[in-house]
């Protein structure tokens, strides 16, 4: 297996563009997590799903945060519209189940103008 | 408030040498605890997770140690590498995922 993987690896973008982060999960995994990584905060958890229906959101920053998970391989997260305090590392993680090892992906790197 | 805490924030040592690092929290209900390994510009990497009855857990060179009582872990590097340079985050989750707290990271960095 490849393992997670997510696109684009680098954005940038302009304050007030939309952004699209992509995510394919480890094949067989149910849940899916979103984290965001910056040097202030750490990671947190933005939103996690477990087979495809998401379960709290409660990290997500604000309505400007969206994500979805219309099948078992792919989820985004969106992002509209941008701006510059956006600007972080946004990793997707599967696993299977929500207690077990998650496996992350590489990270998308976001910078916001 | 449920809250991760790492010590210390940074720490140098020279190749071969054992070091242990420090993850207090107060997450609850305790769900498990989980350590993770960052290289810089890359996704965190499990190294070990343990429940509440598990006071050890060993994956080769790494080996954490998990007090329920006291709620403290630790996770102790023996004979370090100069790969073993990178972040190590404890991660507490409360029962259900959606709580996963954060610990603030080790910045780890191995010396010739």
């Known amino acids: 297996d490849a393992g997670v993987i997510q696109s684009p690896r680098h954005e940038v973008t302009e304050m007030g563009q939309e952004v699209t982060l992509r995510c394919k999960p480890i094949?067989?995994?149910?849940?899916l997590f979103w984290y965001r990584q910056t040097m202030m905060r750490g990671l947190e958890l933005l939103i996690y799903?477990?087979?495809?229906?998401?379960?709290?959101d409660s990290g997500m920053p604000e309505d400007r945060f969206s994500a979805k998970m219309p099948n078992a391989s792919f989820s985004t997260l969106k992002i509209q519209p941008s701006e510059p305090r956006d600007s972080a590392v946004y990793f997707c993680?599967?696993?299977?189940?929500?207690?077990?090892?998650?496996?992350f992906g590489p990270g998308t790197r976001l910078t916001v103008l | 408030k449920n809250q991760v805490e790492q010590s210390p924030q940074s720490l140098i040592i020279l190749e071969g040498k054992n070091c242990t690092l420090q993850?207090?929290?107060?997450?609850?209900?305790?769900?498990?605890l989980r350590w993770y390994k960052q290289d810089t510009g890359r996704g965190p990497v499990s190294l070990t997770i343990?429940?509440?009855?598990?006071n050890t857990k060993s994956n080769g060179r790494y080996t954490a140690t998990l007090d329920a009582d006291t709620k403290q872990s630790s996770l102790h590097i023996t004979a370090s590498q100069l790969s073993d340079s990178a972040s190590y985050i404890c991660?507490?989750?409360?029962?259900?995922?959606?709580?996963?707290?954060f610990g603030s990271g080790t910045r780890l960095s191995i010396r010739p």
């Open positions: 799903f477990n087979n495809n229906v998401p379960i709290d």
């Open positions: 991660v507490v989750s409360a029962l259900g995922a959606s709580k996963i707290i």
């Open positions: 343990m429940t509440f009855s598990e």
């Open positions: 993850c207090n929290y107060t997450v609850s209900p305790f769900s498990n």
């Open positions: 094949s067989g995994h149910n849940s």
């Open positions: 993680a599967s696993s299977w189940d929500d207690l077990n090892e998650q496996f």
